[in-house]
């Protein structure tokens, strides 16, 4: 009895393990001992990651959105009534997406200025761009190209002073960026609609001042962003560059003078 129970009785778990990896299967023990993560977790933070992130964009920039939602309606109705079709007003909102340039671009169209003269013009007033897409390139760095053409495409001077901002204060990745200009691009393309629509029936909204709700905006972003001295110098220099500029008649000069020459006060300033 004593002799069938040592034969019945199982062996001890280390020697049946040393027996499986002789024959080459896995030890039950090994297979054990291995944490085990559960699938899709990582990418699941990730994921909650950047839908934290973008409800945050959402909440710091419906006001941005508000007045992009005015200027986009105006630029609708003062391109309407300047005689261009709604094709073409619609179709420039979808590929130009700059306030600034499609303006310009609606008054010179309006004076039958020769076609030349308009591109070269928009190319003009967008060179700021580059100066805004130098300072994000480094933020930017590890995505594909595909992403990075679409985050060049959607660059404006909100997307750029939102993004700035939250990196600013240790935001990362795309997230934050893409979802506010994504916003604002569908923003201002149904606001162009809705004064394609309502262009006949109005005046012009100039009259009322709604030109200057973008530049309302601007400022309230600045102030926000300004939390050291040198930003301060920094804010003030740009402005009296560009104010300056603007009053001797060269507005499409002045962001682009000021965008050169506050960097540089900036690093006399922080010494």
Do not use: C, K
Request: charged share 15%; glycine share 8%.
């Amino acid at each position: 009895m004593v002799l069938r129970r040592r034969i019945e009785e199982p062996e001890p778990r280390v020697v049946r393990d040393a027996h499986l990896r002789q024959s080459g299967e896995p030890a039950a023990v090994s297979r054990a001992a291995a944490p085990s993560t559960p699938p899709g977790t990582s990418s699941h933070l990730i994921d909650e990651e950047e839908r934290r992130v973008s409800r945050l964009a959402f909440g710091e920039g419906w006001p941005v959105l508000g007045t992009s939602l005015l200027v986009g309606t105006t630029f609708g109705v003062v391109a309407r009534q300047a005689g261009l079709l709604p094709v073409e007003i619609i179709g420039m909102s979808l590929l130009v997406f700059a306030g600034a340039s499609q303006f310009a671009m609606v008054q010179l169209l309006s004076e039958s200025a020769p076609v030349p003269i308009v591109i070269a013009s928009v190319l003009f007033i967008n060179l700021r761009h580059l100066l805004m897409a130098t300072s994000l390139r480094p933020r930017f760095e590890g995505l594909s190209r595909t992403r990075r053409v679409l985050a060049a495409f959607f660059l404006t001077d909100e997307s750029f002073a939102m993004a700035t901002r939250h990196f600013r204060r240790g935001g990362r990745g795309l997230a934050y960026y893409l979802t506010f200009a994504v916003a604002l691009f569908a923003v201002w393309n149904v606001a162009t609609i809705t004064g394609v629509v309502v262009g006949g029936s109005v005046g012009d909204p100039r009259r009322l001042g709604v030109d200057f709700a973008i530049t309302a905006t601007f400022i309230g972003i600045v102030v926000l962003a300004v939390r050291r001295p040198a930003h301060v110098v920094v804010a003030i220099t740009a402005a009296a560059i560009s104010g300056a500029l603007a009053l001797l008649g060269a507005p499409t000069i002045a962001v682009i003078t000021a965008g050169l020459v506050a960097p540089l006060i900036a690093v006399f300033a922080r010494r």
